[in-house]
């Protein structure tokens, strides 16, 4: 007997219940094992240790910038105007 969409997603279901449940288990024996691994947790997101080092440009440091990429398109504008 062939089972309906609806059953096989149901017992999928019922299956990522129990598999959720063996891995959090395995979870709190890693933890209570090392408990270091929660401390390193809390220390902040993978986004912002990501961008650990990362600085803030000064106005200044934007402005020139600015005006670095400016004279850069200039340059560019004026050197295909002569090509064509």
Request: net charge positive.
């Amino acid at each position: 007997m062939a089972l309906s969409r609806e059953d096989l997603r149901r017992l999928a279901l019922a299956g990522a219940k129990t598999r959720l449940q063996e891995l959090e288990a395995e979870r709190r024996i890693l933890m209570a094992e090392f408990p270091e691994l929660g401390a390193a947790r809390s220390k902040g997101s993978p986004r912002a240790v990501a961008r650990k080092g990362h600085r803030k440009m000064s106005a200044a440091e934007r402005r020139a910038i600015s005006k670095r990429m400016k004279a850069l398109w200039a340059e560019r504008r004026k050197a295909r105007g002569k090509a064509a």
